[in-house]
Structure formats: C-alpha cells, structure tokens
T-cell receptor
Framework: DSGVTQTPKHLITATGQRVTLRCSPRSGDLSVYWYQQSLDQGLQFLIQYYNGEERAKGNILERFSAQQFPDLHSELNLSSLELGDSALYFC???????????FGPGTRLLVL | QQQVKQSPQSLIVQKGGISIINCAYENTAFDYFPWYQQFPGKGPALLIAIRPDVSEKKEGRFTISFNKSAKQFSLHIMDSQPGDSATYFCAASTGFQKLVFGTGTRLLVSP
C-alpha cells in the first residue's frame, strides 16, 4: 500500500458526460501528479500540482482540468467525455524535495 | 527527445533465470531513472532507482546498470521467481518533475 488513495476505483459513464476523479496524497506529500494509462499511449503525464498551485502540464486535453485543495487532496475533472478517454487514471504524490513518486491504485474509467 | 525507449515488449524467463530489460533515452537533462513494477489492477510501485553519477545499483535480486555515455540503462532480475511476473516500466525525469515512462515490458516467469 503506497499510502495514496484514489476514488472511485471504477467509473462507467456515457459519451458527453463529465466525471470527477479524486486523489488523496500520502501524509506530508505536497506534490500531486496525474497520469493516464491506456493501451495505445502507455503511461502519460497529465498535470502536476504543488501545494495548491499548478506546476507542470503534460499531454492534458483542454476538456480535462484539475485542482489541488488546501487539504492537499486533488481532483481531476474530465468533461465532454469521448470513447477514447477510457483508460486508467493514476494519481501519484511525492514529498517536497523528493524524487520518488508513489502511485495510487488508480481509477478505471470506461466511457460507453 | 522526451522519449524513453524500452525493450523487449515481452519476456519469458524460466524460474531461477536472469531477466534483463533495456531502456534508452535521448534527453541528457534527465537525472533520475526509476524502475516501476506493476501488477494487474494495481498502480505502479517503485522497484529501484538510480542517478547518472552511479554506474550500478543493487537491491536484493534487482540491479540497475547505467551507461551514461550510451544513454542506456537496464534492469536485471536475478534468480527470477514466478512472483516477479508483472509489467516493468523504466522512467526518467529531470529534477523533481514529471516522469517520462517507457512502453513497458511484460515479464512472465515460468515455474
């Protein structure tokens, strides 16, 4: 158990809908990273937050957004969902000056 | 230049054998090279990591070999066990930033 929690574990929704994925980092970790894992694209970095502020953006679609709250949990919002958004979404966290990213169990999103 | 190339895509090793997975990178700014292990239905878990000022790092049965001049690094799993059957990802990052992952290697250790 990495100490990173993600909810929900599974999510099934329809095209055009909007969903919110939630992540709670390990205790004391200020950085949160979101990754998408799909069969064709592998593990791709989406976005990073540090202590509530956006730090880096990767291959994140404009339909996707994220935020980190004062209690350090983070949410990834996916809107106008398309079939191709079906994937595993992982959250990872790290300490302030640490390199090691600890991954949560992921949320499996299926868009029908 | 941000890519990390990983091979092989899949690997079958007999129990007790050595599993070897290779990765190559182009971006010389990368300064942290972790390996992650992922079991089905689980998130990636850090296995072992290395920085470019070291040519080899060993932790138990797992060893990273690093060749800075060739921009290559590899994971060796000694005395491979059926419980090692999983997908392995190499990755690289600059500073404390995003991880760039390889495409993964599915390892099967036969009993």
């Amino acid at each position: 158990d990495s100490g990173v929690t993600q909810t929900p574990k599974h999510l099934i929704t329809a095209t055009g809908q909007r969903v919110t994925l939630r992540c709670s980092p390990r205790s004391g970790d200020l950085s949160v990273y979101w990754y998408q894992q799909s069969l064709d694209q592998g593990l791709q970095f989406l976005i990073q937050y540090y202590n509530g502020e956006e730090r880096a953006k990767g291959n994140i679609l404009e339909r996707f957004s994220a935020q980190q709250f004062p209690d350090l949990h983070s949410e990834l919002n996916l809107s106008s969902l398309e079939l191709g958004d079906s994937a595993l979404y992982f959250c990872a966290s790290s300490v302030v000056q640490g390199e090691t990213q600890y991954f949560g169990p992921g949320t499996r999103l299926l868009v029908l | 230049q941000q890519q990390v190339k990983q091979s092989p895509q899949s690997l079958i090793v007999q129990k007790g054998g050595i599993s070897i997975i290779n990765c190559a990178y182009e971006n010389t700014a990368f300064d942290y090279f972790p390996w992650y292990q992922q079991f089905p239905g689980k998130g990636p878990a850090l296995l072992i990591a290395i920085r470019p000022d070291v040519s080899e790092k060993k932790e138990g049965r797992f060893t990273i070999s690093f060749n800075k001049s060739a921009k290559q690094f590899s994971l060796h799993i000694m005395d491979s066990q059926p419980g090692d059957s999983a997908t392995y990802f190499c990755a690289a990052s600059t500073g404390f930033q995003k991880l760039v992952f390889g495409t993964g290697t599915r390892l099967l250790v036969s009993p």
